[in-house]
Antibody, heavy 118, light 105 residues
């Protein structure tokens, strides 16, 4: 059974760095990609970036300068770091696994709500 | 950037009714198109990928189609568990439509 679970702080100060972890089970990071997607409260979905099975990454061009995605295959964990956070970065952050094809999100975590506020 | 124009933004339909949601791509994306359902307070669920392929475990009343750069999601007989929001996603360079909120009439 495939499971993904996000973890990280619920509150981040403006201008600080967000660090999130996605822990995966039943799903090999060396076989499939993992993506980060976010959703501001009451709004739509925004793809943030992908780490592929070979460890390479792709980023949303709008976030690329602030975003880094990495992984630890031994722990089945994928990491998101985004710096210079602003209030508009307040959102639910979700990790999602790709299985049916690149950039298709078959498996989703429950998400973690991150609020950017002083 | 490829834009996805999704319509309608909201939709009210009766049980057993046929429901259609469309997305118009701003340029050719081939069959690189997916549809997701999101119920309130839950994570999205993949319904359709490659424009017409049904994801595992998705009821057969859901179907996807393509005509040029216009893509459609059809629910053949609306059920109460289908209520929620629906998003298209172009997987060519990865953007989502703005979403359609489906409610029961």
């Amino acid at each position: 059974q495939v499971q993904l679970k996000e973890s990280g702080p619920g509150l981040v100060q403006p201008s600080e760095t967000l660090s999130l972890t996605c822990t995966v089970s039943g799903f090999s990071l060396t076989s499939y990609g993992v993506n980060w997607v976010r959703q501001p409260p009451g709004k739509g979905l925004e793809w943030m970036g992908t780490i592929w099975n070979d460890g390479s990454t792709d980023y949303n061009s709008a976030l690329k300068s602030r975003l880094s995605i990495s992984r630890d295959t031994s722990k089945s964990q994928v990491f998101l770091k985004m710096n210079s956070l602003q209030t508009e970065d307040t959102a639910i952050y979700l990790c999602a696994g790709s299985y049916s094809g690149p950039y298709y999100f078959d498996y989703w975590g429950q998400g973690v709500m991150v609020t950017v506020s002083s | 950037d490829i834009q996805m124009t999704q319509s309608p933004a909201s939709l009210s339909a009766s049980l057993e009714e046929i429901v259609t949601i469309t997305c118009q791509a701003s340029q050719d994306i081939g069959n690189w198109l997916a549809w997701y359902q999101q119920k309130p307070g839950k994570s999205p669920q993949l319904l359709i990928y490659d424009a017409t392929s049904l994801a595992d475990g998705v009821p057969s009343r859901f179907s996807g189609s393509r005509s040029g750069t216009q893509y459609s999601l059809k629910i053949s007989r609306l059920q109460v568990e289908d209520i929620g929001s629906y998003y298209c996603q172009q997987a060519h360079s990865n953007t989502f439509g703005a979403g359609t909120k489906l409610e029961l009439k």
